[in-house]
């Protein structure tokens, strides 16, 4: 029984160290990944931290063609593994939910298709 418990601790410790070497991270959102489609638009990024709260935004915005629900599995997909809980995925949003911290994907256009993502606390 320990046995398979390891091995399939092992083998999502492969995939994540795997998946971290072939992408890189959203500036500023500490592990969340970029997709590797995407890149990222700082233009207008806005950050607040103290000790009771925080509050950052930035967007991603598409190199090429991709629809918003090939962006969403990506992340439904990986988030999982980086201790993230999916809360919400309709048509225009993704949210998910982290201990005090709730991570969520606004789409705002489709052409090219361009995302606001917002990491702030539960309360």
Do not use: C
Not at 26 to 39: C, L, Q, T, V, Y
Not at 99 to 123: A, H, Y
Request: no cysteine; charged share 25%; glycine share 2%.
């Amino acid at each position: 029984m320990k046995t398979k418990y390891l091995a399939i601790i092992f083998s999502i410790l492969i995939s994540i160290n795997s998946f971290a070497k072939d992408s890189s991270f959203i500036a500023g959102f500490e592990d969340i990944p970029i997709a590797s489609n995407m890149i990222q638009n700082s233009d207008n990024d806005i950050s607040f931290n103290n000790e009771e709260t925080r509050y950052i935004e930035t967007s991603l915005i598409a190199k090429k063609k991709t629809s918003f629900d090939s962006f969403k599995h990506f992340y439904i997909e990986t988030l999982p593994h980086l201790g993230w809980k999916l809360h919400l995925n309709n048509q225009k949003s993704l949210i998910f939910y982290r201990e005090n911290d709730i991570l969520e994907f606004q789409k705002q256009s489709n052409t090219p298709l361009k995302v606001n993502i917002t990491l702030k606390n539960r309360n």
